[in-house]
């Protein structure tokens, strides 16, 4: 007989109380081996599209167990969305192609990911940047899996996915693994925080790092941080306990009642956007190298 879990939520967006209840589901998960599990979704009205690799982390963590999982009861618009993307396994054609969809990395295929986000986030709507800022734009993102690779420790796949939204005019991106989190990394370099979310704000300086040798970090990052401050985007965090947010240049931090497993990361890069960006405008290059 399967065990029924209810999701919990009416919708599940890309904000504090979203990961707060992928986390409380991935507790109510962790209870269970070997048994087929129904995740009811009958409350559940809207569903951020992109918010499909964190959820996924959370049932790989469960599927490692070796659970089997039905996503139950979902109404026509969460299913929709979740077959476009790839979610689910019957799929549906993304005729408007706005999705980028759920695909899984080993904590190796740097060049494969680095492939997926040139092919699926370079799109006409992106807001206009000069040929050096494009360039180190993306190594801004590929640091976002190179922090999987190198601090994770994840013992399940990178989960990579996104969507455009043409009305509201957002790219979104999430990167998510399924690790030890950012406190758990950095208390591995003999860094402690009282708090997960001071953890990622520390981890999110562009002067710190846990990295050891001549692997530079935290430069990516910062160019991420001033873009999207600049583009009146959003980067949000959610690892382990904590959860934190930059919405231009406001930052506001949260706890989890129960821990996210690993690092989830979301850009939101506001597409209204007409300026036209170069690397003097959004930071100073010799801080860049």
């Not at 999701?7 to 081996?33: K, M, P, T, W």
């Not at 695909?103 to 992106?126: N, Q, S, W």
């Not at 904590?242 to 009642?257: A, C, M, N, T, Y």
Request: glycine share 6%.
């Amino acid at each position: 007989m399967a065990i029924t879990l209810p999701i919990g939520c009416y919708e599940l967006r890309s904000n504090l109380a979203g990961f707060r209840v992928l986390s409380d589901l991935h507790n109510a998960l962790e209870q269970y081996e070997d048994e087929e599990i129904h995740i009811d979704c009958s409350t559940l009205n809207w569903l951020d599209a992109h918010l499909a690799a964190p959820l996924m982390t959370v049932i790989e963590h469960s599927r490692a167990k070796r659970n089997n999982h039905q996503m139950y009861k979902l109404n026509e618009k969460v299913r929709h969305i979740l077959r476009k993307n790839n979610t689910l396994k019957k799929k549906e054609e993304d005729t408007h192609h706005t999705t980028m969809p759920l695909t899984r990395f080993g904590l190796h295929k740097e060049v494969d990911f680095a492939k997926y986000t040139r092919d699926h986030i370079d799109r006409p709507e992106m807001p206009n940047m000069s040929s050096p800022l494009r360039s180190k734009f993306y190594e801004g993102i590929d640091e976002l899996f190179a922090n999987c690779s190198l601090h994770s420790k994840s013992t399940v796949e990178v989960c990579v996915c996104g969507q455009f939204f043409p009305r509201t005019e957002k790219l979104s991106f999430t990167v998510s693994d399924g690790g030890i989190g950012i406190a758990g990394s950095l208390r591995n370099a003999g860094y402690n925080f009282a708090r997960a979310a001071d953890a990622i704000d520390w981890a999110m300086q562009s002067n710190n790092t846990s990295r050891k040798g001549d692997i530079p970090g935290g430069l990516g990052l910062r160019l991420l941080r001033e873009f999207v401050e600049a583009n009146n985007g959003k980067l949000t965090v959610a690892s382990t306990k904590g959860v934190w947010i930059q919405s231009g240049s406001d930052v506001v931090k949260g706890s989890l009642r129960n821990p996210f497993p690993g690092t989830s990361v979301i850009l939101e890069i506001n597409t209204a956007d007409k300026k036209r960006y170069d690397l003097k405008q959004v930071t100073d290059p010799r801080n860049i190298w």
